[in-house]
């Protein structure tokens, strides 16, 4: 069945890099997404991947993706005490691509 | 351009009753899918409706159901509510087309709470 992990918690110093990772069951994921969570706020999508693809920049942000072992990860440069959040793995496949399976999601705190 | 807008934010009803949540898409988006979070099951998906049909849906009871009117708003419904309803109910749109699109847009949720 469709099944999303993720760790629970990642704690990091502000400036560093952050790593999130996630493994996901589904072959048939076509579509892989990060989404961040704010307290008291709904899901801010910040990026997406194919599954056709190994990797995807936006400014600060760096998705790998590793098809083979069904393994994402998420980089975050330069991290901010603004960036803390809950961050959330998650996939659907081409054929039902708006039925969003979700891991249970990253807590990442900000040391200073 | 607006956001995905939902009413109300926050919501106590009483075991028994039922529950009428709204949602409004972002101008432009046809589809409107519905999520559930609470702490124990995370992050799960209702149903999803394009063009005023329900397009898919989730794992849950059918006391939950919901409707997309022609201008694309959306409600969803909850009837005979149970302790285990209380969640934070997330409403999501995309422009969508004769398929689905995977770029989805949240609101900021409803707060349920059941008593």
């Known amino acids: 069945g469709e099944d999303v992990e993720q760790s629970l918690f990642l704690s990091v110093r502000e400036g560093d890099s952050s790593v999130i990772n996630c493994t996901y069951t589904d072959s048939s994921s076509t579509y892989l997404y990060w989404y961040k969570q704010e307290p008291g706020a709904g899901l801010q999508l910040l990026t997406y991947i194919f599954s056709n693809m190994d990797m995807k920049q936006d400014q600060r942000l760096t998705v790998l993706l590793n098809k083979k072992d069904k393994h994402l990860s998420l980089r975050i440069a330069d991290t901010q005490t603004g960036d803390s959040a809950i961050y959330f793995c998650a996939e659907s496949s081409y054929s039902s691509a708006s039925k969003i399976i979700f891991g249970s999601g990253t807590r990442l705190s900000i040391r200073p | 351009k607006a956001g995905v807008t939902q009413t109300p934010r926050y919501l106590i009803k009483t075991r028994g009753q039922q529950v009428t949540l709204s949602c409004s898409p972002i101008?432009?988006?046809?589809?409107v899918s519905w999520y559930q979070q609470t702490p124990g099951q995370g992050l799960q998906f209702l149903f999803e409706?394009?063009?005023?049909?329900?397009?898919n849906k989730g794992n849950f009871p059918g006391r939950f159901s919901g409707r997309q009117f022609s201008n694309s708003r959306s409600e969803m419904n909850v009837s005979t509510l149970e302790l285990g309803d209380s969640a934070l109910y997330l409403c999501?749109?995309?422009?969508?087309?004769?398929?689905?699109?995977?770029?989805?847009?949240f609101g900021p949720g409803t707060r349920l709470t059941v008593t």
């Open positions: 101008s432009g988006h046809r589809s």
């Open positions: 999501a749109s995309s422009i969508a087309s004769d398929r689905a699109s995977y770029e989805q847009y």
């Open positions: 409706y394009f063009s005023e049909t329900q397009r």
